[in-house]
Nanobody, 115 residues
């Protein structure tokens, strides 16, 4: 199983970023995919999730209306479109999949929102 994130960076408040997570080594279409984040000194929290068939999504309350999770089954990739970014969104963002009770994580991508 391999999850590789990309798309992080430095952005000003109010700006946008699109994160990508390329998945391999498992049947992508059978798994719910998650995005988590972890800010310095804070616990890791789940930001968004998308069901295996894309029929339902979950969002952390603080990102509702600003973030959108999606998946492309032809590319085995899950995306997180982040708009209206705030300084409090600064964190390392991780892609996650759970299979047979085991958590799989990517290496993370840093998102920094600052003027």
């Amino acid at each position: 199983v391999q999850l590789v994130e990309s798309g992080g960076g430095l952005v000003q408040p109010g700006g946008s970023l699109r994160l990508s997570c390329a998945a391999s080594g498992f049947t992508f279409t059978r798994n719910t995919m998650n995005w988590y984040r972890q800010a310095p000194g804070k616990e890791r929290e789940r930001v968004a999730a998308i069901h295996s068939d894309g029929s339902s999504t979950y969002y952390l309350n603080s990102v509702k209306g600003r973030f959108t999770i999606s998946r492309d089954t032809t590319k085995n990739t899950v995306f997180l479109q982040m708009n209206s970014l705030k300084p409090e969104d600064t964190a390392v963002y991780y892609c996650n999949a759970v299979m047979w009770g085991v958590d799989y994580w990517g290496q993370g991508t840093q998102v920094t929102v600052s003027s």
